[in-house]
């Protein structure tokens, strides 16, 4: 068990709705980051929080945003959901800012599926 | 742009043979590399990392990966593979002028038979 938690661990909505993903870092981590895995793409980096504030950004639609709250717990909003946006979807968080020799640890995802 | 490849979407090995797992990278500046390992239905679990220092590396559950800077390499490496180390493995470079983005490889399926 990595520390990290996510809900919910299954997600079956249709297009064009609106979805919540929950993380809870591990104690005493500061940073969350949230990655997208889908058979075609890959896992991809979606976005990084670092003690409340977005310390880096990547390959993040318009249509999805992020937030990490005092608590240090993060949600991850995605809406006007198309098909291609079924995928796997991971938390991970370290202790830092995301430092060169810092390890990631991830929950066990949140599977996505837009019917 | 930092990049990551994996050439091999699966490798097969009995159990008792050695194994390796190919990854090649590229970044601007001096590569940071990470192992991480994904078993069924659960997140990615790291294995090892390479940051500076000696070219072999040594990591959990008996893995090494060996650094090798004129091929721009990282392969995974297991002396004597396992049954239960089947799983999909995914190499991972962090570029040291974006500290905080690690960017992965497609992964590579292993799948080790008896």
């Known amino acids: 068990d990595s520390g990290v938690t996510q809900t919910p661990k299954h997600l079956i909505t249709a297009t064009g709705q609106r979805v919540t993903l929950r993380c809870s870092p591990r104690?005493?981590?500061?940073?969350v980051y949230w990655y997208q895995q889908s058979l075609d793409q890959g896992l991809q980096f979606l976005i990084q929080?670092?003690?409340?504030?977005?310390?880096a950004k990547g390959n993040i639609l318009e249509r999805f945003s992020a937030q990490q709250f005092p608590d240090l717990h993060s949600e991850l909003n995605l809406s006007s959901l198309e098909l291609g946006d079924s995928a796997l979807y991971f938390c991970?968080?370290?202790?830092?800012?995301?430092?060169?020799?810092?390890?990631?640890?991830f929950g066990s995802g949140t599977q996505l599926s837009v019917l | 742009a930092q990049s990551v490849a994996q050439p091999e979407d699966q490798v097969n090995v009995a159990e008792g043979n050695p194994l390796t797992v190919k990854c090649t990278y590229s970044?601007?500046?001096?590569?940071?590399l990470f192992w991480y390992v994904q078993y069924p239905n659960r997140g990615l679990q790291f294995l090892l990392k390479?940051?500076?220092?000696?070219?072999l590396v040594k990591g959990s559950y008996g893995f090494e990966a060996e650094f090798n800077k004129s091929q721009t390499s990282f392969h995974l490496k297991k002396p004597s593979a396992l049954v239960s180390d089947s799983a999909l493995y995914f190499c991972?470079?962090?570029?040291?002028?974006?500290?905080?983005?690690?960017?992965f490889g497609t992964g590579t399926r292993l799948q080790v038979t008896l």
């Open positions: 991970a968080s370290s202790v830092g800012g995301g430092g060169t020799n810092e390890k990631l640890f």
């Open positions: 104690s005493g981590d500061l940073s």
């Open positions: 929080y670092y003690n409340g504030e977005e310390r």
């Open positions: 970044v601007s500046g001096n590569p940071y």
């Open positions: 390479y940051i500076t220092g000696d070219n």
């Open positions: 991972a470079v962090r570029d040291t002028g974006t500290a905080s983005k690690l960017t």
